[in-house]
T-cell receptor, first 115, second 112 residues
Framework: EPEVTQTPSHQVTQMGQEVILRCVPISNHLYFYWYRQILGQKVEFLVSFYNNEISEKSEIFDDQFSVERPDGSNFTLKIRSTKLEDSAMYFC?????????????FGNGTRLTVT | KNEVEQSPQNLTAQEGEFITINCSYSVGISALHWLQQHPGGGIVSLFM???GKKKHGRLIATINIQEKHSSLHITASHPRDSAVYIC??????????????FGEGTQLTVNP
């Protein structure tokens, strides 16, 4: 069964450094998402992406964050200057359609640790 | 404020028991998801529903739109069902299908 893959599984970085989290969504999917989960807290929506542009973003997704789909397969989340509070598990997800009856497929996540 | 509440927070059961996890939400929704998060952190979508009931193997999900409540049932529970179960909803009025609001999750432990 096709799956969403995320790399790396764990990334450690120093405060102030840039990080890029990578995702390969399911190949025929059209809608892409990033979510994050700070340890011990709820999963939170960050951003959705469709047709090569952001369709919606949350209050968390400030100017330090950006997303792109550089080559038609990868979907990346960049954090420009990481802060300690960016430490979290970041999940990529994709779906074929935007409608509510189109299943959402999650990757296994990237655990980001900012020191 | 749009909120999702799950109960219980923690649930311990003996193998074979019937499990129920509850989810309540504050205002109207267009869709509700039940997700399973494994100990390693990965998330799997179990169900997506907007009305009625869905069944997949030993898992059953129901939703009552009028009461703003959903339940996830596991019949004949097994230790491999041990995981965090998360309810997530798309509230009516959200402009796209993307902004899900998540509950805190229910940690289920099934002992042999």
């Amino acid at each position: 069964e096709p799956e969403v893959t995320q790399t790396p599984s764990h990334q450690v970085t120093q405060m102030g450094q840039e990080v890029i989290l990578r995702c390969v969504p399911i190949s025929n999917h059209l809608y892409f998402y990033w979510y994050r989960q700070i340890l011990g807290q709820k999963v939170e929506f960050l951003v959705s992406f469709y047709n090569n542009e952001i369709s919606e973003k949350s209050e968390i997704f400030d100017d330090q964050f950006s997303v792109e789909r550089p080559d038609g397969s990868n979907f990346t989340l960049k954090i420009r200057s990481t802060k300690l509070e960016d430490s979290a598990m970041y999940f990529c997800a994709s779906r074929l359609l935007s409608s509510y009856n189109s299943p959402l497929h999650f990757g296994n996540g990237t655990r980001l640790t900012v020191t | 404020k749009n909120e999702v509440e799950q109960s219980p927070q923690n649930l311990t059961a003996q193998e074979g028991e019937f499990i129920t996890i509850n989810c309540s939400y504050s205002v109207g929704i267009s869709a509700l998801h039940w997700l399973q998060q494994h100990p390693g952190g990965g998330i799997v979508s179990l169900f997506m529903l907007s009305s009625g009931k869905k069944k997949h193997g030993r898992l059953i999900a129901t939703i009552n739109i009028q009461e703003k409540h959903s339940s996830l049932h596991i019949t004949a529970s097994h230790p491999r069902d041990s995981a965090v179960y998360i309810c997530a909803v798309r509230f009516l009025g959200e402009t796209s299908g993307s902004r899900l609001t998540f509950g805190e999750g229910t940690q289920l432990t099934v002992n042999p």
